[in-house]
């Protein structure tokens, strides 16, 4: 089995910690396995960003993917990934898209090639 399945716990528990700091009330979540890819996707109705802010999180979330390490923090998922962050995150995915309005929340969706 891909390490990938591992890992889907721990990415969200990331975003959904992360919502829950910026506020959110509500949270929605899916995660598609579509053909060669999944995709996850976290919605929020929290504070959002600013332009700074989400050009931090754009970094964090295309760190190239790390397939060596993939497999060591996949091992993490029934830990909290405090501490270890977005960064992480982005290390486990290969694509991201945020799109994100102050005071209106936030939305990522996440893609990782099998």
Same mark, same amino acid.
């Given at each position: 089995m891909?390490?990938?399945?591992?890992?889907?716990?721990?990415?969200?528990?990331?975003?959904? %910690? %992360? +919502?829950i700091? +910026?506020?959110?009330? %509500?949270?929605?979540a899916?995660?598609n396995f579509?053909? %060669?890819?999944?995709v996850?996707?976290?919605?929020?109705?929290?504070?959002?960003m600013?332009?700074e802010?989400?050009?931090?999180?754009?970094?964090?979330?295309? @760190?190239? @993917?790390?397939?060596?390490?993939?497999?060591y923090?996949?091992?993490?998922?029934?830990?909290?990934?405090?501490?270890?962050?977005l +960064?992480?995150?982005g290390?486990?995915?290969d694509? +991201?898209?945020?799109v994100?309005?102050p005071?209106?929340?936030?939305?990522?969706?996440l893609?990782?090639?099998?």
């Open positions: 891909h390490s990938y399945r591992r890992n889907i716990r721990g990415i969200l528990d990331e975003l959904f %910690n %992360n +919502a700091k +910026a506020g959110a009330t %509500n949270i929605e899916s995660v579509d053909g %060669n890819q999944v996850i996707r976290v919605k929020d109705n929290g504070e959002g600013d332009e802010q989400l050009k931090e999180v754009e970094k964090m979330l295309s @760190r190239p @993917r790390r397939e060596e390490l993939e497999d923090y996949g091992s993490l998922a029934g830990q909290s990934f405090q501490g270890t962050g +960064a992480l995150v290390m486990m995915t694509k +991201a898209e945020i994100t309005e005071d209106k929340g936030t939305e990522i969706t893609y990782i090639n099998l």
